[in-house]
């Protein structure tokens, strides 16, 4: 496993990369499957955004210097469901799509007021019991119907209503 220790920029150090390079992240969307492989629901985390308001979202984090994505996806989901999350991650894992978070909200739809982030997004399957933790207050499991409803599609801020039609359409669920 990787040893974070040296992989992480002191904030100020963290801020000025912000604004001289785009960021590396994943973005994890948790699905429950039925025994066909058919997701049946997804998980939405409650987070408090930097401006005060909350928001539902998927599982994000940085990518860490040297660290590969595979671990950075474990890493996050451990980090915000739990340790008995037990998600199903494949050794050479592959994102559905790539999507790039800007500080103008105009330029892709993804807003990250922060920063100019590259996110590779995951589907990844859990089999255990997962618990918000971290920096999640909440944790709901939603069917795809649910998440496409005007009340979620509602709460999720920043692009992830639309991160979460496009992984329900790369399931073969957005008709």
């Known amino acids: 496993m990787l040893d974070a220790r040296g992989s992480w920029l002191a904030e100020d150090e963290l801020e000025s990369a912000r604004e001289r390079l785009p960021i590396v992240y994943i973005d994890a969307v948790p699905v429950r499957t039925d025994a066909r492989g058919q997701v049946s629901e997804i998980g939405l985390l409650l987070r408090a955004m930097p401006d005060g308001t909350l928001s539902r979202a998927v599982v994000t984090g940085r990518v860490l210097y040297g660290e590969r994505v595979r671990d950075a996806l474990l890493r996050h989901l451990e980090k915000d469901l739990g340790t008995m999350a037990l998600p199903r991650v494949s050794p050479s894992?592959?994102?559905?799509?790539?999507?790039?978070?800007?500080?103008?909200?105009?330029?892709?739809?993804?807003?990250?007021?922060?920063?100019?982030?590259?996110?590779?997004?995951?589907?990844?399957?859990?089999?255990?019991?997962?618990?918000?933790?971290?920096?999640?207050?909440?944790?709901?499991?939603?069917?795809?119907?649910?998440?496409?409803?005007?009340?979620?599609?509602?709460?999720?801020?920043?692009?992830?209503?639309?991160?979460?039609?496009?992984?329900?359409?790369?399931?073969?669920?957005?008709?």
């Open 93 to 175: 894992p592959q994102p559905f799509t790539v999507v790039e978070y800007f500080p103008d909200p105009d330029v892709t739809g993804f807003h990250d007021p922060r920063q100019h982030a590259v996110s590779l997004a995951f589907i990844v399957p859990m089999d255990g019991d997962c618990t918000p933790s971290q920096d999640a207050l909440d944790l709901v499991w939603v069917t795809p119907e649910e998440a496409l409803s005007a009340q979620f599609q509602e709460e999720m801020t920043g692009g992830q209503g639309r991160l979460v039609r496009m992984a329900l359409a790369h399931c073969g669920l957005l008709h």
